[in-house]
């Protein structure tokens, strides 16, 4: 299925459990590079739907089997896409929705949850790229350096890849501090103290700017939540079913 966002197609799954009559249902956001079938990313949904929720995995602009070049997506455009979602969901009778998302999604997912603070309901967030905001006003973009002030057309960054300078511009500009401060209902964070893509201090800080947050640390696991996968889907189904 697709769900419009303008004129940009959004490709995404609607999944529902056994019991799907009047359950909620989380809108689940993968990360940068990534889409909605990682294997980590289907593992939480089915938590969440063993749970008792429906879910709808989307990729998002650039990414996946949605519409729009990689180079060119950046977080407002992502952000777009998903109060795009929002609207979709609420137009299909869900009135119970959260946001989920893994990494770059992560933050996305909380600056859209501070900004639809009244319609959402939980976020659930694996790993939550919550720095890149900040990275991008010190110019450090994924390990590459430029001029905060002089931001060139086209930034390197991982396996080859390209971001327009915009794409900087933009984080620039992202305060998840204010957006986090705006949440005010329940919130997890699940957060390997092996991860090396962002690391854990990040979540630890931006925990302390929610006012209901649950900050659970998995010892030995990764950003990608691949050597515990049974960990993460239990803490997500446990957490999830005492918010029904």
Same mark, same amino acid.
């Given at each position: 299925?697709?769900?419009q966002?303008?004129?940009i197609?959004?490709?995404?799954v609607?999944?529902?459990p056994?019991n799907?009559? #009047?359950?909620?249902?989380?809108? /689940?956001?993968h &990360?940068?590079?990534?889409a909605?079938?990682r294997?980590h990313?289907v @593992? $939480?949904?089915a938590?969440?739907?063993?749970?008792g929720?429906?879910?709808?995995r989307?990729d998002?602009?650039?990414?996946?089997?949605s519409d729009?070049?990689f180079?060119n997506?950046?977080l407002h455009?992502?952000i777009s896409?998903?109060?795009?979602?929002?609207?979709?969901a609420?137009?299909?009778g869900?009135?119970?929705?959260?946001?989920s998302g893994?990494?770059? #999604?992560?933050?996305?997912?909380? /600056?859209?949850? &501070?900004?639809?603070a009244?319609?959402?309901?939980?976020?659930?967030? @694996? $790993?939550?790229?919550f720095?890149?905001?900040?990275?991008?006003?010190e110019?450090?973009?994924?390990?590459?350096?430029?001029d905060p002030?002089?931001?060139?057309d086209?930034v390197?960054?991982?396996?080859?890849?390209?971001?327009d300078g915009n794409?900087?511009r933009v984080?620039q500009?992202?305060?998840v501090?204010e957006?986090a401060e705006?949440f005010?209902?329940?919130?997890?964070?699940?957060?390997g103290?092996?991860d090396?893509t962002?690391?854990?201090?990040v979540?630890?800080e931006m925990?302390?700017?929610?006012?209901?947050?649950?900050l659970?640390?998995?010892a030995?696991?990764t950003?990608h939540?691949?050597?515990?996968p049974?960990?993460m889907?239990?803490l997500?189904?446990?957490?999830?079913r005492?918010?029904?």
């Open positions: 299925m697709f769900i966002d303008d004129e197609r959004l490709s995404a609607l999944e529902k056994e799907a009559e #009047g359950c909620p249902l989380v809108i /689940v956001l &990360g940068f590079t990534s909605k079938d294997p990313t @593992r $939480a949904a938590a969440m739907r063993e749970a929720f429906a879910t709808l989307m998002l602009y650039g990414h996946g089997e729009g070049e180079r997506h950046t455009k992502w896409n998903v109060m795009a979602a929002i609207d979709w609420r137009g299909e869900y009135t119970d929705l959260y946001l893994h990494s770059q #999604g992560g933050l996305v997912a909380t /600056v859209a949850g &501070g900004m639809e009244d319609r959402i309901r939980g976020l659930i967030l @694996r $790993a939550p790229a720095m890149i905001p900040r990275c991008c006003r110019g450090n973009l994924l390990g590459t350096h430029i002030k002089q931001i060139p086209s390197p960054v991982i396996k080859g890849l390209e971001l794409y900087v984080a500009t992202v305060c501090e957006a705006r005010r209902n329940p919130v997890l964070i699940l957060h103290d092996e090396d962002v690391p854990l201090s979540s630890q925990a302390k700017h929610f006012a209901n947050c649950e659970a640390v998995m030995g696991e950003h939540f691949d050597r515990h049974e960990q889907e239990t997500i189904r446990d957490w999830m005492k918010q029904r």
